[in-house]
């Protein structure tokens, strides 16, 4: 409904800033990446925006780049993933370093933002696997690696499974019902389901 805003910068109150726009001040939660680099208060400054109507409430987003909403947006589609979460990833991580996290699944650069746990990092590396790359083609070409695809997918598995802190018997006990032709980010999930029932 809003998707960018043009005015004057009024206030800067972390991780809100309201801007002017024709008289009117918009109070928008943006992540820390945009917040560092706005202009002085009284300076003109657009913003792409993201608007959500909850039942407490409509909540307008700020974002210095279209990527960083469109990661924004990809982040929210996770289950159990809100607005202030994906402000924090957004926040920890840059738009390339979050594609990167998610192509090599590296679950620690997810846990050291505030408000990520383990079991998160990890429902969000598998969530956003095969997404994001696809929803931001901006990065594609810019040396950012945004699906990891070694010859061998059985490997990219195993070392997956690895990295969730399985031991190499259990994964490769996980790995023996896969089919062949299993792609990485389903044979993760298969992979998963095995483990849990185990």
Avoid: W
Avoid at 84 to 95: C, D, E, P
Avoid at 165 to 177: C, H, I, P, T
């Amino acid at each position: 409904m809003i998707g960018r805003i043009t005015g004057l910068l009024l206030e800067k109150n972390p991780p809100q800033i309201v801007r002017d726009c024709h008289g009117v001040g918009y109070e928008l939660d943006v992540p820390m990446s945009t917040f560092y680099g706005l202009p002085a208060t009284g300076e003109r400054v657009t913003l792409f925006t993201h608007f959500a109507v909850r039942e407490d409430g409509h909540f307008l987003y700020g974002f210095a780049r279209d990527d960083e909403r469109t990661a924004f947006r990809q982040l929210l589609k996770v289950s159990g993933i809100g607005a202030r979460t994906a402000l924090a990833v957004l926040s920890g991580l840059s738009v390339s370093d979050l594609a990167q996290a998610v192509a090599l699944q590296e679950s620690g650069r997810l846990v050291k933002i505030p408000g990520i746990g383990k079991k998160t990092a990890e429902r969000l590396l598998l969530e956003l696997r095969d997404k994001l790359g696809k929803a931001l083609p901006s990065l594609q070409g810019s040396g950012v690696a945004l699906t990891a695809a070694p010859p061998d997918a059985r490997s990219d598995i195993l070392n997956a499974l690895l990295a969730l802190g399985y031991n190499e018997r259990e994964a490769l006990s996980a790995m023996k019902g896969l089919p062949e032709e299993a792609q990485v980010s389903d044979g993760i999930r298969l992979a998963l389901r095995t483990l849990s029932k185990a």
